[in-house]
């Protein structure tokens, strides 16, 4: 009896460790892939640092994620997939060019990359296992946002990006 005892608050306490430590996740359905990401802590580090990035693009009339239908009417079954390019997209162009001479700002940006980089790992997984499969039409509208991006120079194109930041947070959102 004792020993049915401990187990049950050995497995109480676990479950309880567990729910604290994804306390503030949320499941995200990209097709058939699943991904628990902590969004507010994205889009916390995001807000404190969003004024002073944006302060810093020097060209407010274009954009690389509003681009007519980047990021709009992007089918069900190809969102794990343009989700996917997205997030290595962030993690390989834009986290390594975004540095200021604010430590502060620096900071909050490599908490938002070190976020980004556990949610990629686990789309990687999804996509490896082909669950993540990529259509012509997800194909084409990650070109456009990459065209978009090397238009500009590769600090002034990562700041941008940095700065649209709530763009792909809101349309990760919405699916």
Known sequence: MKGSNLFLRLFSMSCLLNLMLTAGNKIFHFGPCRVSISMTEIRSGFTAIKDNIQARDPIRTLSILSYPHSLH???????????????????DKVFKHCKTEDSYINRKISSIANS????????????????????????????????????LNVTSAAIKSLGELDILLDWMEKS
């Not at 089918?75 to 993690?91: A, E, G, I, Q, W």
């Not at 082909?130 to 991006?149: A, D, H, P, R, W």
């Open 73 to 91: 009417k992007v089918k069900s079954s190809d969102r794990c997939c343009v989700t996917h390019h997205l997030f290595n997209f962030y993690m």
């Open 116 to 151: 980004f980089l556990s949610v990629k790992r686990k789309l990687e997984q999804c996509h490896e296992q082909n669950k993540c499969m990529c259509g012509q039409e997800s194909t084409e509208k990650f070109k456009q946002i990459l065209v978009n991006y090397e238009g």
